[in-house]
C-alpha cells in the first residue's frame, strides 16, 4: 500500500505511479480544520435543492475540503467542530455511503464506512492509525442523521471533525514547519504541522498561535523556545504585507539581548520558511524592539551575520553546504569520491582498510574529511574514526557486531552507530557512551541516521518479520566528552508494517528517503518525518529483481543509491556515475559541518 507524501520539493525526481493509500501521483497534504476564523474566505458548496438524504451526505463528504457547513441544520452548524481532521484511504468519488434508513431520534440515517489511515488534531499534528503502528490503517465507520429544514434534508447529527479522503488531501492541504531551537540553542528544529488556511496573513497568524502553544510533544524535551509566553491579557499578532512580517509581541522588549536573537531566529524561520528573502520588525507595545547586532527590520541573512559573542558559540540556524561531495565504497573496501576518484591518503589505499561503510563530516574550508567506518562485514564489523589524510584508528569501546553505517552529530566530532539493539555515541578521541531507546525488547536496529540538526534519529527496525522506519527525538544536553547523557525520547514507527526496509537518509529537515520492499516489490519511498504519508520514486535503470540495499541524499541534491555490488545516482533514470557500469557500495553525502 502506497500513501503519496505531503509537500515533498522533488521536482528534478521521475515518480512512478501509485497505488493504494492514497493513490494520486500529486502530493498528499494534511491539516487542521478550515472553519478557523482567521482562514478568510473558502469556497463554499451549495446542497442542491431537493436532494435526497444520501447524496446529502456525499455532498458534505465532498465539501470538507472547503467549507461544508451548508450542509448542516443551523443548531449542528453551532455544535459541529471543523478543528480535527479524519483522514480515509482513497478519493471522496469512491466514498462508501450507505442507503439512507430511518433513524432513532432523528428523521434519516446514513452510514459512511472506510479505512482511515491518520488523523490530524487541531494544532495541526499528524498521528498515524493505529497509533503505534506507522500508518497501516483500521475500519472506520460514521453514522450521518438527517432531518427537514424547510422541507430540505440537512445534516443534524455528525461525527465530529472533518472527515477527508487521501487523494483530496493533494489539493487542499500543505506542511508547515514551526521552528524551535535544540538544546545547544545553536540549531533550528522543525516541527511539522499541516493546515488548509491559504492567505498569508491567515497561515502567518496560525504559524504565531502554534508557536505560543510550544512544540509538539515528542519534542518536548528535545527542544527549547525563547519565545515568551503571554499572559491572557496580552494580544500578540502578526501582520504581514508583501515580504513584510510585523510581529507584536507584549514583553519581548524586556528579554536578554542574546534570547532577543534567538526568538527572532525562530520567528523569521518559521514565518518565512517559503519567503526567505521576508523581512520581520518585532514590537512591544508597537514600538520596535532593540535586538543588538540586527537592524530594526531584519532578514535571515541579518540573522545569520551575527558575530559570535565568544569563540565556539556561533549558531547555525541557516547552515547549509552547497552541493555537498558524494563518496562510495569501492569493491576492493577502498573510499571513493563521486568523480570516481580515489580520496587521498590511506582510506583510498588498497590492502590498508577494509571498508564497509563510512559516514564523512568535515571542518569548513577544510577537506580533511573526518570519517566513521564500519570495517569488513557480516557479525565481526568493528567501528573506527580518523582523517582522510591520516587514517582511521579503531574504537575499542564499541564490540564487534552486525554495526549500521555510522552517522556525524550535527557540528560535533561525534558518530553515531547502532549493534543490535543497542546505540552508541563515539567521541572522536574515542569515548564511548550508549545510548537509551524506547525500542521494544528484541528488535535490532539495521540503519541509522541523524538529522541535519541532529535532534531526531531515524532507523530502520527488524523486529521478527517486519523492518519498518522509526524516528525519536534526541534528548541531549552537551557532547559526550564532557559527561552529558543522551537518549532517545518518543520512538515511533512512521511507516506501515508491510513495508520491509533496509536504509534510510534525510533529504532535508523534515522529509525522509528509504529503500527496501513492500507488497509491491522493491522501491524507493519518501515520508515525512511524522509519518503522513510514504510516496513511491522510480526505480528505473536500477537491477531487478534486487532491491537497493543503501541510499543517500541531502538538501539540493539528487539521491544515490547502491544495489546488488553497483552504485547508481538518478537522473531521468538511475544509472552509474557518469554514464558508467561502476562497482561500489553505500553511496554517503557529506553530513554538516562541524562546529
Not at 488534531?121 to 460514521?142: K, L, N, R, V
Amino acid at each position: 500500500m502506497i500513501r503519496v507524501l505531503a509537500g515533498l520539493a522533488t521536482a528534478a525526481v521521475v515518480v512512478t505511479a501509485c497505488s493504494g493509500v492514497p493513490h494520486s501521483s500529486a502530493p498528499q497534504v494534511i491539516g487542521p480544520g478550515l472553519g478557523d476564523e482567521t482562514s478568510g474566505s473558502q469556497p463554499s458548496n451549495t446542497p442542491q435543492p431537493n436532494a435526497e438524504p444520501r447524496t446529502i451526505v456525499q455532498e458534505f463528504l465532498r465539501a470538507n475540503v472547503s467549507d461544508p457547513h451548508e450542509f448542516l441544520t443551523p443548531d449542528e452548524q453551532r455544535k459541529w467542530s471543523d478543528k480535527t481532521v479524519t483522514i480515509l484511504q482513497g478519493s471522496v468519488e469512491d466514498a462508501l455511503v450507505g442507503q439512507a434508513g430511518p433513524g432513532t431520534t432523528h428523521a434519516v440515517a446514513v452510514t459512511v464506512q472506510g479505512t482511515q489511515i491518520g488523523s490530524v488534531a487541531a494544532d495541526g499534528t499528524y498521528i498515524p492509525t493505529p497509533a503505534e503502528s506507522g500508518g497501516a490503517g483500521q475500519p472506520w465507520s460514521g453514522q450521518y442523521s438527517l432531518d427537514p429544514v424547510n422541507g430540505q434534508s440537512r445534516i443534524s447529527d455528525a461525527p465530529p471533525g472533518l472527515v477527508v479522503y487521501a487523494d483530496e488531501f493533494a489539493q487542499a492541504y500543505r506542511p508547515i514547519r514551526l521552528y524551535f531551537l535544540d538544546l545547544s540553542e545553536k540549531r533550528l528544529v522543525p516541527d511539522v504541522r499541516y493546515t488548509a488556511l491559504t492567505s498569508p496573513q491567515a497561515v502567518a497568524s496560525w504559524e504565531l498561535d502554534q508557536l505560543l502553544a510550544g512544540p509538539r510533544a515528542e519534542l518536548t524535551y528535545a527542544v527549547r523556545t525563547e519565545i515568551p509566553s503571554q499572559p491572557a491579557s496580552a494580544h500578540p499578532s502578526v501582520t504581514v504585507s508583501g515580504l513584510q512580517a510585523r510581529v507584536e509581541l507584549p514583553g519581548s522588549s524586556r528579554l536578554d539581548s542574546d534570547v532577543k536573537q534567538k526568538m527572532a531566529a525562530q520567528l523569521v524561520a518559521t514565518l518565512g520558511n517559503s519567503q526567505p528573502q521576508l523581512s520581520m520588525t518585532i514590537t512591544d507595545g508597537g514600538v520596535p524592539i532593540d535586538i543588538a547586532n540586527l537592524p530594526p527590520t531584519f532578514t535571515r541573512q541579518d540573522i545569520a551575520a551575527i558575530p559570535p559573542p565568544t569563540a565556539g558559540t556561533q549558531p547555525h540556524f541557516f547552515e547549509s553546504i552547497t552541493e555537498p561531495p558524494v563518496f562510495y565504497v569501492d569493491a576492493e573496501g577502498r573510499l571513493v569520491t563521486g568523480e570516481g576518484r580515489l580520496v587521498d591518503g590511506p582510506l583510498g589505499s588498497g590492502g590498508r582498510y577494509d571498508l564497509a561503510s563510512v559516514a564523512v563530516t568535515a571542518a569548513r574550508e577544510d577537506d580533511n574529511y573526518y570519517v566513521a567506518a564500519s570495517i569488513r562485514t557480516g557479525a565481526d564489523q568493528t567501528l573506527w574514526l580518523g582523517r582522510a589524510d591520516t587514517g582511521l584508528h579503531r574504537i575499542g569501546g564499541v564490540p564487534s557486531g552486525r554495526l549500521t553505517r555510522p552517522s556525524w552529530l550535527a557540528g560535533q566530532r561525534e558518530a553515531w552507530v547502532a549493534d543490535g539493539a543497542t546505540v552508541y555515541r563515539v567521541d572522536y578521541s574515542g569515548r564511548v557512551q550508549p545510548v537509551s531507546t524506547t525500542l521494544p525488547p528484541g528488535t535490532r536496529i539495521t540503519a541509522l541516521r541523524l538529522s541535519p540538526e541532529g535532534s531526531r534519529l531515524a532507523v530502520i527496525v527488524q523486529n521478527g518479520g517486519q523492518s519498518q522506519l522509526w524516528v525519536g527525538s534526541v534528548v541531549r544536553t552537551d557532547t559526550v566528552a564532557s559527561g552529558s547523557t543522551a537518549r532517545i525520547d518518543s520512538a515511533e514507527p512512521i511507516t506501515p508494517p508491510s513495508y520491509h526496509l533496509s536504509d534510510v537518509a534525510w533529504s532535508d529537515d523534515i522529509t525522509l528517503w528509504a529503500v527496501g520492499s513492500s507488497g509491491s516489490g522493491h522501491g524507493i519511498w519518501s515520508v515525512t518525518v511524522d509519518g503522513a504519508g510514504l510516496r513511491e520514486h522510480s526505480s528505473s535503470g536500477l537491477p531487478q529483481p534486487q532491491a537497493a540495499d543503501s541510499i543517500t541524499i541531502a538538501p539540493g541534491v539528487l539521491p544515490w543509491v547502491s544495489a546488488a555490488g553497483y552504485v547508481y545516482e538518478q537522473s531521468s533514470d538511475w544509472e552509474g556515475p557518469g554514464h558508467r557500469t561502476t562497482r561500489g557500495t553505500n553511496p554517503i553525502y557529506q553530513e554538516s559541518y562541524l562546529d
